[in-house]
């Protein structure tokens, strides 16, 4: 997606991103559950949004986020991976538009909220579960 694109090597303060960017973020979100992406990518979704909020402070979540959609963006980019372009693309929007709501105090989904974290729990234990059986074997 172009609009990630145009911040690479960037820094953007989460109040400038908040201002300047919070309407075509919420545009692109629109058209995404128009579009029913966000039920296809809905595991994805709850793993990032999930990721973000073991952050405590609102403005890292969405400054953080915000640069790992950059980055992640650019990489598929650069690598040609047009799945991961289109999943991430996707993915961060929709997290980002959710994180600002949040910051704005606005249609805020506590249930969503205890989802995504349990959701991030799970796969951070099926890692960590992974990496002792490694670990193990060694």
Excluded at 98 to 104: K, N
């Amino acid at each position: 997606m172009q609009f990630f694109c145009e911040f690479k090597n960037k820094i953007v303060k989460t109040d400038d991103l908040v201002t300047n960017y919070k309407e075509i973020i919420k545009k692109y979100d629109l058209y995404l559950n128009n579009s029913n992406f966000n039920e296809k990518y809905k595991q994805n979704y709850l793993t990032i949004l999930g990721y973000a909020y073991r952050l405590e402070n609102i403005e890292d979540r969405i400054f953080y986020t915000f640069q790992e959609a950059v980055y992640a963006i650019d990489l598929a980019k650069i690598m040609k991976d047009e799945d991961s372009l289109n999943l991430n693309s996707i993915v961060y929007i929709l997290v980002l538009n959710r994180l600002i709501d949040d910051y704005l105090g606005e249609n805020i989904n506590e249930e969503e909220k205890q989802l995504a974290i349990k959701t991030y729990k799970q796969i951070e234990e099926k890692r960590a579960k992974e990496n002792h059986k490694y670990h193990v074997y060694q």
